[in-house]
């Protein structure tokens, strides 16, 4: 929690009235915040997304979102899903570990969940015949989608080099993990779970779905009403404001 506190303050990100709880890594209220409080303020430059036009492949992600990849089994390819996109690009920067921009936000993030995706197989088993069965299928899901496009961003970033070259991030990354069902289904599970549709980002389409650094440590209170924006233009930080006033959070529950 304290690099990625340190982080966040260094990029420029304000958490005005939150004090980070490290046990729980989450951020709760250190004071009293009356209705319209901007809680937490991310400057566009520290959101994950794709593309994000700072990012040495941007152009790569362009060409996933506009053609996506193609379907063996059918042999058929369309526009990629932003989320799957977000898998992927949430890969490749995991994959590079410390040198990733964000990886003090990277290295916070669960390394596994509870929801069906991780269930063993028996477990699965037992949602057959119901829409939550066919929902965690890999194709239904997306999961098979994502390992797709990884595949195809890794012949986008080798395409060219020399024989005898060495391997990319993707491949040489724990003996190739990015390029697995394993890399697909923890990204999936991040992205479903922590990311937000920003209705206006700088320089993207309308709608687009970021991840949040610092934003998505913040403990969750189903009675509390929030907005977020980027300003009226779309140039400005993001911004998460509350519509509900709420309460400092005592001393014994931080």
């Not at 990012?55 to 989320?83: I, M, N, Y």
Request: hydrophobic letters at 35%; aromatic letters at 8%.
């Amino acid at each position: 929690m304290e690099t990625l506190t340190v982080w966040g303050e260094r990029e420029g990100i304000e958490t005005d009235g939150l004090t980070p709880v490290p046990a729980r890594r989450s951020f709760v209220a250190a004071r009293d915040l009356p209705a319209g409080s901007t809680v937490v303020r991310v400057p566009q430059k520290c959101l994950l997304y794709a593309p994000h036009p700072q990012h040495d492949h941007a152009p790569h992600f362009r060409q996933l979102l506009s053609q996506g990849a193609q379907d063996e089994a059918t042999g058929s390819s369309g526009p990629g899903d932003p989320r799957h996109v977000l898998c992927v690009l949430l890969i490749l920067e995991r994959a590079r570990g410390e040198e990733s921009k964000w990886a003090p936000y990277l290295n916070i993030l669960p390394g596994s969940h509870d929801d069906p995706f991780w269930w063993q197989e028996d477990q699965v088993q037992l949602l057959r015949g119901t829409r939550l069965g066919r929902a965690v299928n890999p194709e239904n899901s997306g999961i098979s989608s994502i390992m797709r496009l990884v595949q195809h961003l890794e012949s986008l970033i080798t395409h060219g080099r020399p024989p005898g070259s060495p391997p990319s991030v993707l491949a040489s990354y724990r003996g190739g993990w990015a390029l697995t069902v394993e890399a697909a289904r923890w990204a999936r599970s991040v992205v479903w779970s922590r990311a937000f549709t920003v209705p206006h980002v700088e320089g993207s389409p309308p709608n687009t779905v970021a991840l949040v650094p610092v934003l998505d440590m913040i403990d969750h209170d189903p009675h509390v009403e929030v907005i977020w924006h980027t300003g009226v233009d779309g140039c400005s930080d993001f911004q998460f404001v509350s519509l509900t006033p709420f309460a400092k959070v005592c001393s014994s529950m931080e």
